[in-house]
């Protein structure tokens, strides 16, 4: 018996989800009718019937029948509700209480979270991010607290459309917070259609987009207080800088490429092809003065290596030469002012 009496005082610390299950209440109704309920004997196949009786004990519907431990008798429902009731609703009271006096009590420790720990064995001003969801995580974080400014530089072209569409969400959400958002690109991305589609987004919010023909690593600026940098080696990897002195330089850099930058067209097609053709064309030719590898300069202005080949031919085409190291050899020694670039034509600037 004591298994079933003892669960009277929990069911008022703790109040049921369903106030009577199926079983609890045909066997009220069998001692409202019976004037008493007998309790079955102990044992697995009366389980169920002992559950019940449980229950109704526990909210009052029930009691011990004086001097006969196996038999219960009902009492009043409306003194069970009103016993209950008062019970439950003290309960609530306090539960409110408790509710509001949480929010005060981890108000402080709001900014802290937005804010994720340094390891010990980092420096106070950068950190680096391992894979892509520890990236993206902290970059969340910074990105919902930018009130002011965010700068983002997108080296390689045109990117996956499922980025884009992240991106464009995050942007978004700046944007419509009342922040200024500049984004540069390298020439070739005016050429890849959804990075249009995304472009057209961003500018209807406010957001500014411009392209360069060579540009430096990826780059993201939050507000000038916090930057994202690749990690140099490791792809896939982030840097995340906090130092006030290298995010103002970051931001310097980045605002320097954007002085020289071209406003990114929009519509169904992109414009100043010719153009765009004959700059990157310009950039491919300065970065092999500068020593880069084919390779490499694919990279640096967002040209497939197939792409980047067919400018190459022409330009070795134009200076009479079979080989890379002889077209690097005559460039360098001649100036990048003697390099014949043609207005226009000329291979694609597809990234893909």
Same mark, same amino acid.
């Given at each position: 018996?004591?298994?079933?009496?003892?669960?009277q005082?929990?069911?008022?610390?703790?109040?049921?989800?369903a106030?009577l299950?199926t079983?609890?209440?045909?066997?009220?109704?069998?001692?409202l009718?019976n &004037?008493?309920?007998?309790?079955?004997?102990?044992?697995?196949?009366?389980?169920?019937q002992r *559950?019940?009786a449980?229950?109704?004990?526990g909210?009052?519907l029930?009691?011990?029948?004086?001097?006969?431990?196996?038999e219960?008798?009902?009492?009043?429902?409306?003194i *069970?509700?009103?016993?209950?009731g008062?019970?439950w609703?003290?309960?609530?009271?306090?539960l409110?209480?408790?509710?509001?006096d949480? &929010?005060?009590?981890l108000a402080p420790?709001?900014?802290?979270?937005?804010?994720?720990?340094?390891?010990?064995?980092?420096s106070?001003?950068?950190?680096?991010?391992s894979?892509?969801?520890?990236?993206?995580?902290?970059?969340?974080q910074?990105?919902?607290?930018c009130?002011?400014?965010?700068?983002?530089?997108?080296?390689g072209?045109?990117r996956?459309v499922e980025?884009?569409?992240?991106?464009?969400?995050?942007?978004h959400?700046?944007?419509?917070r009342?922040?200024?958002m500049?984004?540069?690109y390298?020439?070739?991305?005016?050429?890849?259609?959804p990075t249009r589609?995304y +472009?057209?987004?961003v500018r209807?919010?406010?957001g500014?987009?411009r392209t360069? *023909?060579?540009?430096?690593?990826?780059?993201?600026?939050v507000?000038?207080?916090?930057?994202?940098?690749?990690a140099p080696?490791?792809? &896939?990897?982030?840097?995340?800088v906090?130092?006030p002195a290298v995010?103002?330089?970051? *931001?310097? +850099?980045f605002?320097r490429s954007?002085?020289r930058?071209?406003?990114?067209?929009t &519509?169904?097609?992109?414009?100043?092809?010719p153009?765009?053709?004959?700059e990157t064309?310009?950039a491919?030719v300065?970065?092999l003065?500068?020593?880069?590898?084919?390779?490499?300069?694919?990279?640096?202005?967002?040209?497939?290596k197939?792409?980047c080949?067919?400018?190459?031919?022409k330009?070795?085409?134009?200076l009479?030469v079979?080989t890379l190291?002889?077209?690097?050899?005559?460039?360098?020694?001649t100036?990048?002012s003697?390099?014949d670039i043609?207005a226009?034509?000329?291979?694609?600037?597809?990234?893909?």
């Amino acid at each position: 018996m004591g298994d079933v009496h003892e669960t009277q005082s929990a069911e008022l610390a703790q109040p049921p989800l369903a106030v009577l299950g199926t079983a609890a209440k045909n066997a009220y109704r069998e001692a409202l009718r019976n &004037g008493v309920l007998a309790l079955p004997p102990t044992g697995a196949e009366h389980d169920a019937q002992r *559950a019940a009786a449980g229950e109704l004990l526990g909210l009052g519907l029930l009691l011990p029948a004086p001097g006969r431990p196996d038999e219960l008798l009902p009492v009043d429902p409306r003194i *069970a509700e009103a016993r209950l009731g008062s019970a439950w609703r003290a309960r609530a009271l306090e539960l409110l209480d408790r509710a509001s006096d949480l &929010g005060d009590e981890l108000a402080p420790f709001i900014e802290e979270y937005r804010e994720p720990a340094l390891p010990a064995e980092e420096s106070p001003g950068s950190e680096r991010l391992s894979g892509s969801a520890t990236v993206n995580w902290h970059l969340d974080q910074a990105l919902s607290s930018c009130r002011e400014e965010l700068l983002t530089a997108q080296p390689g072209g045109g990117r996956p459309v499922e980025f884009l569409q992240e991106a464009l969400d995050r942007d978004h959400a700046v944007l419509r917070r009342g922040a200024a958002m500049r984004t540069l690109y390298l020439h070739s991305a005016r050429f890849d259609g959804p990075t249009r589609e995304y +472009v057209e987004g961003v500018r209807a919010l406010g957001g500014q987009v411009r392209t360069l *023909a060579d540009l430096f690593e990826r780059l993201i600026v939050v507000d000038r207080r916090i930057a994202f940098v690749p990690a140099p080696d490791h792809d &896939g990897d982030a840097i995340v800088v906090r130092d006030p002195a290298v995010v103002h330089y970051l *931001a310097d +850099v980045f605002d320097r490429s954007w002085q020289r930058a071209s406003e990114f067209p929009t &519509g169904q097609e992109p414009a100043a092809a010719p153009y765009i053709a004959d700059e990157t064309r310009r950039a491919i030719v300065q970065l092999l003065i500068e020593g880069e590898s084919e390779a490499s300069i694919a990279r640096r202005v967002g040209l497939s290596k197939r792409s980047c080949a067919a400018h190459i031919a022409k330009l070795k085409q134009n200076l009479g030469v079979q080989t890379l190291f002889q077209l690097g050899y005559r460039v360098a020694a001649t100036g990048l002012s003697s390099v014949d670039i043609p207005a226009g034509g000329g291979p694609d600037t597809s990234s893909e």
